[in-house]
């Protein structure tokens, strides 16, 4: 085996080498940044769906503390609508 390796030329080893140093390098990087941008991914899911969690949570506590009346009348409905929305809304809210 090692006689095989010996009519190799020099530069030829080296290249070789070189290569593949290159390309456990390159798999290496590759990898890291596809798992950093995944971690990157998950962390901006996760702060978007808190943000979106909040706005709900101001949202409820708008509606919640409104009357019925108030809240018929932010949709800009008519008057006859308006009186049938806020028929439904203290439908809704008398039962448990």
């Known amino acids: 085996m090692m006689a ?9 080893k080296f290249a070789a080498g070189a290569a593949l140093g290159a390309f456990l390098i390159a798999s290496a990087s590759i990898y890291y940044g596809k798992h950093e941008g995944a ?4 962390v901006s899911a996760l702060e978007t769906s808190v943000k ?3 706005k709900r949570k101001e949202i409820d506590g708008t509606v919640s ?12 409905l008519s008057s006859d609508d308006q009186a049938e ?6 439908e809704t809210n008398a039962e448990p």
């Open 4 to 12: 095989l390796l010996a009519l190799i030329p020099n530069w030829v």
């Open 52 to 54: 979106v969690l909040r």
């Open 39 to 42: 971690q990157q991914a998950a």
């Open 65 to 76: 503390s409104s009357d019925a009346a108030t809240l018929c009348s932010s949709f800009g």
């Open 85 to 90: 929305c806020v028929r439904r809304v203290l």
